[in-house]
């Protein structure tokens, strides 16, 4: 087990919540880690806020890599600290052994561990994944690379049958070595119940408060995707706004003829 992975699990221990953003390129995992955020998820929610695709189902496992390669420069330049996990993307999980080749190539292109959705049913790939090598974390509750399947991103654990089940998935995942749960959307009672009933650390997104981490998407948490705003996600910050100022600034001042730009000195010249 690598020493990112160790401090995550002991975080419960020293009673300290772990705080998960997403991250996509250099500036943001950069900024973010510069920032202190214990973990960069390298999510596939990049299809979405990042490539513009309807849902997450068609990112592929050229474009994860792409992106993960750039999370680990720039959480290498702000010091190399974070935990960088990378999804595996809709069909990695094929079979177990997929599963395994697409988790070696995002760790040879930064990763320190993927996540990958799935419960109980994904076991065998959490099994495999370990026994390669690769640490794996798993995403039960709403599970997006469902969609289509589903007909909706629906909240989880809503009756007993469901909250049984979530509950099987969680024993079933942390009996086949995944070093933690993401849960999505899930009641917050059944998400408490669960992190009170598994060693490994829980990390909630729209699943109250009791998990031991939280994640959001960090286009949500800046306000870089105001296109689709989550209930449950803060905007802390109206990116998009201050884009759109700057960008109309720009356009403002070019077309009226104003000096657009600033002025490069010409050679020789000391100012
Ligand atoms: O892909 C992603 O960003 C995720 C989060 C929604 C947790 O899995």
Same mark, same amino acid.
């Given at each position: 087990?690598?020493?990112?992975?160790?401090?995550?699990?002991?975080?419960?221990?020293?009673?300290? #919540?772990?705080?998960?953003?997403?991250?996509?390129?250099?500036?943001?995992?950069?900024?973010?880690?510069?920032?202190?955020?214990?973990?960069?998820?390298?999510?596939?929610?990049?299809?979405?806020?990042?490539?513009?695709?309807?849902?997450?189902?068609?990112?592929?496992?050229?474009?994860?890599?792409?992106?993960?390669?750039?999370?680990?420069?720039? #959480?290498?330049?702000?010091?190399?600290?974070?935990?960088?996990?990378?999804?595996?993307?809709?069909?990695?999980?094929? #079979?177990?052994?997929?599963?395994?080749?697409?988790?070696?190539?995002?760790?040879?292109?930064?990763?320190?561990?993927?996540?990958?959705?799935?419960?109980?049913?994904?076991?065998?790939?959490?099994?495999?994944?370990?026994?390669?090598?690769?640490?794996?974390?798993?995403?039960?509750?709403?599970?997006?690379?469902?969609?289509?399947?589903?007909?909706?991103?629906?909240?989880?654990?809503?009756?007993?049958?469901?909250?049984?089940?979530?509950?099987?998935?969680?024993?079933?995942?942390?009996?086949?070595?995944?070093?933690?749960?993401?849960?999505?959307?899930?009641?917050?009672?059944?998400?408490?119940?669960?992190?009170?009933?598994?060693?490994?650390?829980?990390?909630?997104?729209?699943?109250?408060?009791?998990?031991?981490?939280?994640?959001?998407?960090?286009?949500?948490?800046?306000?870089?995707?105001?296109?689709?705003?989550?209930?449950?996600?803060?905007?802390?910050?109206?990116?998009?706004?201050?884009?759109?100022?700057?960008?109309?600034?720009?356009?403002?001042?070019?077309?009226?003829?104003?000096?657009?730009?600033?002025?490069?000195?010409?050679?020789?010249?000391?100012?």
């Amino acid at each position: 087990m690598t020493d990112r992975i160790a401090s995550f699990q002991s975080a419960r221990a020293r009673r300290e #919540s772990i705080a998960v953003l997403t991250a996509y390129d250099y500036p943001s995992a950069r900024l973010l880690a510069e920032s202190g955020v214990d973990v960069l998820l390298v999510g596939d929610s990049l299809g979405m806020v990042v490539l513009g695709y309807p849902d997450t189902t068609l990112v592929t496992m050229e474009e994860m890599l792409h992106h993960t390669r750039a999370v680990a420069r720039g #959480s290498r330049d702000a010091g190399g600290r974070a935990l960088i996990i990378a999804d595996l993307p809709f069909g990695s999980d094929e #079979s177990p052994r997929t599963s395994v080749r697409d988790g070696l190539h995002l760790l040879d292109a930064g990763a320190h561990a993927v996540k990958l959705e799935g419960g109980a049913d994904h076991a065998a790939h959490v099994a495999a994944l370990t026994e390669a090598g690769v640490p794996a974390m798993s995403h039960i509750g709403m599970q997006p690379q469902r969609v289509r399947i589903e007909g909706g991103y629906k909240i989880k654990g809503k009756t007993p049958q469901q909250a049984a089940a979530l509950l099987a998935d969680a024993d079933a995942l942390e009996k086949a070595g995944a070093f933690g749960l993401l849960l999505e959307l899930v009641v917050p009672a059944v998400a408490k119940e669960i992190t009170a009933r598994v060693k490994i650390p829980t990390i909630g997104i729209g699943s109250g408060p009791d998990c031991d981490g939280q994640v959001l998407v960090t286009h949500d948490v800046i306000g870089l995707f105001p296109w689709f705003k989550p209930k449950f996600a803060q905007q802390r910050a109206f990116t998009a706004d201050e884009i759109r100022r700057a960008a109309r600034e720009f356009v403002a001042a070019t077309k009226s003829g104003t000096p657009a730009t600033l002025t490069t000195p010409s050679p020789g010249s000391t100012s």
